[in-house]
């Protein structure tokens, strides 16, 4: 085995809040060595894992974004159309200017590419949406290589919940509650 193959590898990750711990960063015990290959396996470089790529999808206010958050690490890719709209506009959340629609679009739309053809060091991809309809969400797991991850909630439950809101307009997004649940279309 020559010197440079060999790695002192942290079995307790070294992060900003511990490096300067020396029972961690400098203990014998916390250190083993490793081929410079299993390290980078160890550590997820050089994409040596699997990605995975998720379409969460249900009616307005079912918790998928929640789901999300509870779900991903560090390193994964999030798309979102509530926070695309967010960043590019500037505005509070759920504000959406008509007049930056297709900016927010291509943006969503690069950002599927960049999950299509695999670009990029990302882990794994969630992409949050209603999606009602089943032709819509089988389209897009299937040029994805994606699952889907239905976040089931009732009409009531998704109301009740809206009713609890202080951001949002309350008869814009009961509408748009209506408009899902009148649109979907369970998988056959």
Known sequence: VRAYDIIGHHKIELTQENVNDVNISLNP?????????CHN????????????????YGPPL????????DNMSEGDLVIDMDNIWQCVSGCDRYIKP????????????????????RFGKWNNAYIIG???LSSERERLCKELGAREIFIEATKEECLQRLDACEDRNKSE???????????????A
């Open 29 to 37: 015990d916390n250190v083993e060595f490793v081929h410079h290959r």
């Open 41 to 56: 396996y160890i550590h997820d470089k050089l994409g040596y894992s699997v990605r995975e790529i998720y379409v969460v």
């Open 62 to 69: 079912a918790g998928k974004t929640t789901w999300v958050r």
């Open 98 to 117: 008509n007049r930056l629609k297709s900016i927010a679009f291509r943006i969503r739309d690069s950002l599927l590419d960049s999950v299509r053809y």
């Open 130 to 132: 209603g999606y009602p």
């Open 173 to 187: 997004w009961a509408g748009y509650i209506e408009e899902w649940f009148r649109r979907y279309t369970p998988l």
